[in-house]
């Protein structure tokens, strides 16, 4: 009999707090949970969209993508929406936590799923399984 390992799923969230909650939820199902904090400042730009690449990303099966982030109120630029936008180029498919289903008029088909900021832990957990790769 033949195992195989849990698809890697990357997390993205800057609340450290939120990161250790959704993450316990991926763990308790079984998957191996990749963990980024997103951009820092001063620039508050990721280096994989800086170097064209994110390490982090490559092995994932999924994204899951917290687009509320304000880690500054002095910053003004949409660093969510233009993280989405790095994420969907990679072509993996997107799990986006807060405003997402607002941010792509068109997304490409069955790449992007939006959710409400917190989520249902069993919604979560069932969108995660619904658009994972078999």
């Not at 730009?45 to 994932?60: E, F, K, T, Y």
């Not at 941010?103 to 995660?128: C, K, Y």
Request: proline share 9%.
């Amino acid at each position: 009999m033949s195992t195989t390992a849990a698809p890697p799923i990357l997390l993205v969230e800057h609340d450290e707090q939120r990161r250790a909650l959704i993450g316990g939820w991926l763990q308790d199902a079984g998957y191996d949970v990749l963990t980024c904090p997103g951009p820092s400042a001063p620039e508050y730009s990721c280096i994989g969209s800086r170097a064209g690449g994110c390490a982090l990303v490559d092995p994932a099966s999924l994204v899951v993508l917290d687009l509320s982030f304000s880690p500054d109120a002095m910053v003004r630029a949409p660093i969510g929406a233009h993280l989405l936008g790095f994420y969907l180029l990679t072509g993996k498919p997107i799990i986006a936590l807060g405003r997402g289903d607002d941010l792509l008029a068109d997304p490409l088909e069955n790449q992007l799923v939006a959710l409400e900021r917190t989520p249902d832990r069993g919604d979560f957990l069932a969108t995660v399984r619904s658009v994972i790769p078999a």
